[in-house]
């Protein structure tokens, strides 16, 4: 039986939570034993959602955990397997080299760290640990974009000769720090990292970036940004982020991938293949949301034993090195920046 806890309960920790609640329903041998927050009203399902629809039918019996405001507690007082970390940014490579340090495994919500050095000091810490680290960038395992990484890695259209990626929704409103600079990276390293990442996970590192950003939001960081990726083989690799879509916009994920014998178009909710000699069609996906999936796997790796090779802390270290070069580059006002 793996016990796991659960270190931040705000919209994403609710999200990870009702995953592992519905893994237990399906009969994997997990426990979600203690959950941590430093806000008792979060511990007792408080707190307010996110800019994405992830809640379940299933009411969630809060009295079943044993219940922390301090993670020292928590690892001192549990006998844990692993824990998951849904903090905000700024605490992530704290809070991870603690639990790694203790003796758990460790996966930790995106993005990884504030910038390439905090990576580097977790990605140490798993090693000097011998536990493991995955970081939740769920767009890995995200039906729609597991879907694109299929086609890319097989060359089943041929090689890719253009890739537009976005992202879109109203000025986040679940926790005062995410509109903190200096705390949460703005929509540049919250929201846009999701698309960077993708970018790194199925093309590897662009050698250079020009990204135009602007700050709308006083302190926030870059609020809107649009990003161009340079390849060797000279593909068009493009990125967008808003959000400051405010009113009745809602939220909007997607890409626009060409081949070169086809495309395919990712709107949200389905994905269209549009080969260049015959008839469309829609994809066939399974209906879950990337969260699931991402839980499901790591939960599965731990039980067999098995390394965690999606998502790995040295890979998404990489996804915030690019990042990192298209700040510098916005701060430049879109001059070409190379990535280490």
């Known amino acids: 039986m793996l016990k796991i806890g659960l270190i931040g309960l705000g919209f994403m920790g609710k999200t990870h939570l009702e995953n592992y ?35 379940s039918e299933n009411a969630i019996d809060y009295g079943r955990f044993n219940k922390y405001t301090s993670v020292q507690a928590m690892l001192e007082s549990e006998q844990l397997d692993a824990v998951d970390i849904t903090l905000p940014t700024f605490l992530h490579r704290d809070v991870t080299t603690q639990c790694l340090s203790s003796g758990v495994h460790v996966l930790c919500e995106k993005p990884m760290a504030m910038n390439a050095e905090e990576c ?21 395992f995200w039906p729609a974009y597991v879907y694109l990484q299929e086609l890319v890695s097989s060359n089943r259209f041929g090689d890719v ?31 846009h990292v999701h698309d960077t990442d993708v970018v790194n996970w199925l093309f590897g590192k662009p050698e250079a970036v020009s990204c135009y950003g602007r700050n709308v939001i006083a302190g926030s960081g870059y609020d809107i940004v649009s990003t161009h990726y340079r390849y060797a083989d000279n593909k068009i690799v493009s990125a967008q982020v808003d959000w400051t879509l405010n009113g009745d916009f809602g939220f909007e994920m997607g890409y626009k991938v060409n081949f070169e014998h086809g495309n395919v178009q990712f709107d ?73």
């Not at 977790?122 to 090693?127: D, F, G, K, W």
């Open 161 to 191: 000769t253009s890739a537009y990626f976005y992202r879109g929704g109203g000025t986040p409103s679940w926790g005062p720090w995410v509109l903190v600079n200096e705390k949460g990276g703005g929509a540049l390293l919250d929201m």
């Open 268 to 340: 949200g909710a389905s994905v269209k293949v549009n080969p260049n000699d015959g008839a469309g069609f829609t994809a066939e996906l399974p209906a879950d949301q990337g969260y699931y999936y991402q839980q499901k796997y790591f939960i599965e790796a731990l039980i067999q034993g098995l390394p965690l090779d999606t998502a790995t802390p040295e890979s998404t270290k990489g996804s915030i090195e690019i990042v990192t070069a298209e700040r510098e580059s916005a701060d430049q006002r879109g001059a070409w920046i190379a990535v280490p």
């Open 120 to 140: 580097d000091v977790m990605i140490a810490a798993a090693e000097e640990s011998g536990k493991q680290l995955m970081i939740g960038q769920c767009l890995r």
């Open 21 to 55: 609640l519905r893994l237990e329903r399906e009969g994997a041998p997990i426990r979600v034993v203690a959950l941590c927050d430093v806000d008792e009203v979060k511990l007792n399902g408080g707190g307010s959602g996110g800019n994405i629809d992830t809640s």
